[in-house]
């Protein structure tokens, strides 16, 4: 992803330092965590912070910090994540669950969790404090609303954009929410706008990781493909492509919601796309990237503004 100011780039390898600076006495801890953050993935939450506190940079080290937590607090989700998925690959690299056990990686979620929670304490403020906390736990419901869908033969368009949101664009809108807090904690005006500019991107990347899961091969993501699919989650382009079937083609899609086999892949990928699955789902794509567009232009601070377009840009266009 390129950046129009580079000196985000400078800030993003100084929350990575941060982050694996850590040094942590028992080996077996240390290699864990070490593991777990050797890849870099997209950053897009410590870097929303980093954009929306960047009209203020006299305060990097506190928002390096805070991007930091972010990062951590997103990490932990993604850890657990793949014990609760039992997802096999993140990053191109095996799971922690899968290279290790479903124990550790449940552990070091929480290990990685209370690191962050630390370092918020650290920050001692309590704006930041609350806001995070309760991104936490809204991502924790989304996980457990989702849970509750696994295997429903039906799903209505308005749960899967609430998972989307808890999952997704809570933590976006919390990252950008935080770095405004900041650095213009009076300025509700921009609190405000830029916090729900990230809430519509958050949900937009979701909707693109939805289809994107329905459109290319496990080498290039990075992750397996279809995955949600197999474990029985009805997602974006599933969702339209049976809205549009009839009768006996959504008896037939339905039927492989949950089924394990690898080499059913191209036959539902191909059905999904006749259906115009993956056409309606770039359609509601396009309205969320939309609506984050219209609240980034509303965003004063010139510099501040294109770099949010600027990622609204690429989270539409990415192709991983």
């Known amino acids: 992803m390129k950046l129009i100011d580079d000196s985000y780039k400078k800030e993003l390898k100084l929350v990575n330092k941060l982050i694996k600076s850590e040094i942590i006495n028992e080996r077996v801890i240390q290699k864990l965590y070490d593991y777990i953050f050797k890849q870099n993935g997209k950053q897009l939450r410590p870097l929303l912070s980093l954009i929306a506190s960047g009209g203020d940079k006299r305060k990097t080290v506190k928002r390096v910090k805070v991007a930091a937590i972010i990062e951590l607090l997103h990490t932990a989700t993604l850890v657990h994540d793949d014990v609760v998925d039992n997802s096999p690959l993140r990053r191109g690299m095996e799971t922690i669950n899968n290279f290790w056990t479903n124990s550790h990686?449940?552990?070091?979620?929480?290990?990685?969790?209370s690191k962050a929670f630390m370092l918020m304490v650290e920050l001692s403020n309590i704006k930041i404090l609350n806001e995070l906390s309760k991104a936490t736990n809204d991502i924790s419901k989304g996980e457990l609303i989702q849970l509750d869908l696994i295997g429903k033969k039906e799903v209505s368009l308005d749960e899967l954009i609430?998972?989307?949101?808890?999952k997704t664009g809570r933590l976006f809108e919390a990252s950008a929410k935080c770095g405004a807090i900041l650095v213009a904690k009076d300025d509700k005006k921009y609190i405000n706008t830029i916090s729900n500019f990230a809430k519509y991107l958050g949900i937009a990347f979701q909707i693109k990781d939805d289809m994107l899961d329905y459109s290319y091969d496990t080498k290039h993501l990075g992750k397996p493909t279809l995955q949600d699919l197999r474990e029985g989650k009805i997602t974006y382009p599933l969702y339209f492509a049976m809205k549009a079937a009839n009768s006996k083609d959504k008896k037939s899609l339905q039927s492989f919601l949950g089924v394990k086999k690898e080499n059913v892949g191209s036959q539902v990928i191909e059905k999904i796309n006749a259906l115009g699955g993956i056409c309606k789902t770039e359609e509601l794509l396009k309205s969320y990237i939309?609506?984050?567009?219209?609240l980034a232009d509303k965003i004063e601070n010139k510099k501040i503004r294109e770099e949010m377009l600027n990622l609204t840009k690429f989270s539409y266009e990415r192709t991983k």
């Open 290 to 294: 939309k609506k984050s567009t219209r």
């Open 162 to 166: 609430q998972v989307s949101y808890y």
């Open 105 to 113: 990686g449940v552990l070091m979620g929480d290990f990685i969790y």
